[in-house]
């Protein structure tokens, strides 16, 4: 069974940092694709950033500079840091991993950016 479990959110005020984590078991890690998505009331979830098996990685403009992914393949773990936080960097922070034609979710970490 794939289980993904997101760790890390909370509240911080704005311009400060936050170090999200999500740790995969029952999945190919290593060989997966990984990204962090991210969603608030009322608007469609939107990738954030991701990090593919090789290691190369891709993130939303709004994000650039500011955040970054990472993996440790020997904690089949992913990571998001996140400096500079705006208040529109709110909202509920998803893990996903890509498996060749599998598409597996954690159940989200609550980030709050206050102004």
């Known amino acids: 069974q794939v289980q993904l479990v997101e760790s890390g959110g909370g509240l911080v005020q704005a311009g400060g940092s936050l170090r999200l984590s999500c740790a995969a078991s029952?999945?190919?890690?290593?060989?997966?694709?990984m990204a962090w998505y991210r969603q608030t009331p009322g608007k469609q979830r939107e990738l954030v950033a991701t990090?593919?098996?090789?290691?190369?990685?891709d993130y939303a403009d709004s994000v650039k500079g500011r955040f970054t992914i990472s993996r440790d393949n020997t904690k089949n773990t992913v990571y998001l840091q996140m400096n500079s936080l705006k208040p529109e960097d709110t909202g509920v922070y998803y893990c996903?991993?890509?498996?060749?034609?599998?598409?597996?979710w954690g159940q989200g970490t609550q980030v709050t950016v206050s102004s």
């Open positions: 996903k991993a890509q498996y060749y034609y599998s598409t597996y």
């Open positions: 029952g999945i190919r890690f290593s060989l997966s694709d």
């Open positions: 990090i593919r098996n090789d290691g190369s990685a």
